[in-house]
């Protein structure tokens, strides 16, 4: 199964466009040298960098996530702590158990909606700025348990995510590759501009309502602003079944209702 991490979903696609998309330039303030030319000049003990690039290099090499795990992809991401995987090495080890003290969540596991409101609470608590890990089918859109009527098809419809690691689980090196391009995101941010970091932004949302659990779903179901909720195939485009083909393969019932890609997206 192909564990590679990604920065964008295949479904739904987030209102906040991905700086990360387009590669930033070097950082001006170092000259505009090209980055072979600035290793040639490490090697030979000549430290080019500007303040910018500093502070990016240290919060990307000092993450802490948030000590949680909601189902068995977090089996794997406490394996990625212990010795065999050592995510120490990319310093990260410090897992906090308050979100006061932590500025990465991994979403490993399956978010039921029962659990949504206490996930996009503890996000409320972390301070800026914070990433998001989606770790595993169903944290990024409710996996094997997706046409459950109490599964969360995806943690972005509520917390602005950065990384997709996709696998059913993940194995502890996937979330290790995951972890190496988040840190790459977060060195490649700029204090302003196109590729500041995200809470630098202007119109993007301090706090996320938390939902409450309705009737039947959660009230409100996406985070409005945080969540484009995909486009459903226009059903009035395919053409007509005839009435033969109807009898054959499926039931009036069948098919008076949508199709089921398009209700397991409602
Ligand atoms: S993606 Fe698979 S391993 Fe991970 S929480 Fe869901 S069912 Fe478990």
């Known amino acids: 199964m192909s564990t590679a991490a990604f920065t964008s979903p295949t479904g739904a696609a987030p209102a906040v466009s991905d700086p990360a998309a387009t590669k930033p330039e070097p950082f001006p303030a170092c000259g505009n040298i090209p980055d072979a030319e600035r290793e040639e000049l490490r090697r030979r003990g000549i430290l080019v960098t500007c303040l910018e690039e500093l502070y990016g290099w240290g919060r990307a090499n000092s993450i802490w996530p948030l000590q949680f795990g909601l189902a068995c992809c977090a089996i794997e991401m406490i394996a ?8 120490a090495r990319f310093g990260a080890e410090i897992f906090r158990p308050s979100p006061r003290q932590a500025d990465l969540m991994i979403v490993s596991g ?40 109490n599964v969360l098809k995806g943690i972005d419809r509520f917390i602005p995510v950065d990384i997709y690691i996709p696998g059913c689980p993940p194995r502890p090196e996937a979330l290790l590759n995951g972890l190496v391009q988040l840190q790459e995101k977060i060195r490649a941010e700029r204090v302003t501009g ?19 659990c309705g009737e039947t779903d959660l009230v409100p179901p996406f985070a409005p602003g945080a969540f484009r909720p995909p486009t459903p195939p226009a059903l009035a485009a395919q053409p007509a079944a005839s009435p033969a083909t109807s009898s054959r393969s499926q039931s009036p019932s069948a098919a008076a209702a949508p199709s089921a890609p398009a209700a397991a997206k409602a």
């Open 80 to 87: 990625a702590a212990t010795a065999r995987f050592d995510i």
């Open 110 to 149: 399956t978010v039921t909606k029962k659990m949504a409101p206490q996930v996009v609470r503890l996000w409320n608590q972390m301070p800026e700025p914070k990433y998001c890990i989606a770790m595993g089918a169903c944290a990024i859109s409710g996996g094997p348990f997706k046409q459950g009527y």
């Open 194 to 212: 196109e590729h500041a970091a995200r809470h630098l932004r202007p119109g993007v949302i301090a706090e996320i309502p938390v939902p409450e």
